[in-house]
């Protein structure tokens, strides 16, 4: 099995721009979709990105991401950060090899 | 609207059971994938157990295999997780998702199954 890592917590002041990254431990990035998921305090998941890049409706367009295969890592960026934007973030990708769905450790985002 | 709502959990001792349950709806159910995943309390999100639409394949993670059993019925939009042998670790909220695209992007609220003596 494969590993996501992301980084434990980032933060940034509200109206900037904070990206944060997953990276893929072995094989490519670009074998399988990531799928980007926010988590508030308190409450369940909800999707923010899924196949690498696409938003489901509803979902801010101040929300994006991408993935490198020259880092092997994918990237969500969020811009023009709000308060309501404090979450944990977590990156999720699906593993052909032994078809088991893997989680990246989450990223806290501090709007502050 | 598409939604998701389990109900289920509850405290049982170490080495019980219990079953939880996802009732769907506001999509054909019995055209998508179904998942659980739960979260220990202060952790972070783990798959538990994946069906397939017409329930022919299954998957669990290596930490509940044996022990899960994941099930639907698509005439009642309805997938189950029983879990026996439970232990202290299998403390957590449980969250069923509907599987799209190596994802998922419907989430339930989650039940709270703690196991505790």
């Known amino acids: 099995n494969f590993m996501l890592t992301q980084p434990h917590s980032v933060s940034q002041s509200p109206g900037k721009t904070v990206t944060i990254s997953c990276t893929r431990s072995?094989?490519?990035?670009?074998?399988?979709?990531v799928q980007w998921y926010q988590q508030r305090p308190g409450s369940a998941p909800t999707t923010m990105i899924y196949e690498d890049n696409q938003r489901p409706s509803g979902v801010p367009d101040r929300f994006s991401a991408s993935i490198d295969s020259s880092s092997n890592s994918a990237s969500l960026t969020i811009s023009g950060l709000k308060t309501e934007d404090e979450a944990d973030y977590y990156c999720?990708?699906?593993?052909?090899?032994?078809?088991?769905?893997?989680f990246g450790g989450g990223t806290k985002l501090t709007v502050l | 609207q598409v939604q998701l709502v389990e109900s289920g959990g509850g405290v049982v001792q170490p080495g019980g059971s219990l079953r939880l349950s996802c009732v769907a709806s506001g999509f054909t159910f019995s055209d998508f994938g179904m998942q659980w995943v739960r979260q220990a309390p202060g952790k972070g999100l783990e798959w538990v157990a994946y069906?397939?639409?017409?329930?022919?394949?299954?998957k669990y993670a290596d930490s509940v295999k044996g022990r899960f059993t994941i099930s639907r019925d698509n005439s009642k939009s309805t997938v189950y997780l029983q879990l026996n042998s439970l232990r202290a670790d299998d403390t957590a909220i449980y969250y069923c998702?509907?599987?799209?695209?190596?994802?998922?992007?419907?989430w339930g609220q989650g039940t709270t199954v703690t196991v505790s003596s």
């Open positions: 069906i397939r639409d017409d329930g022919s394949n299954k």
């Open positions: 999720q990708c699906y593993d052909s090899n032994n078809q088991a769905f893997i």
């Open positions: 072995s094989g490519s990035i670009a074998s399988n979709f």
């Open positions: 998702a509907k599987v799209f695209s190596g994802g998922m992007d419907v």
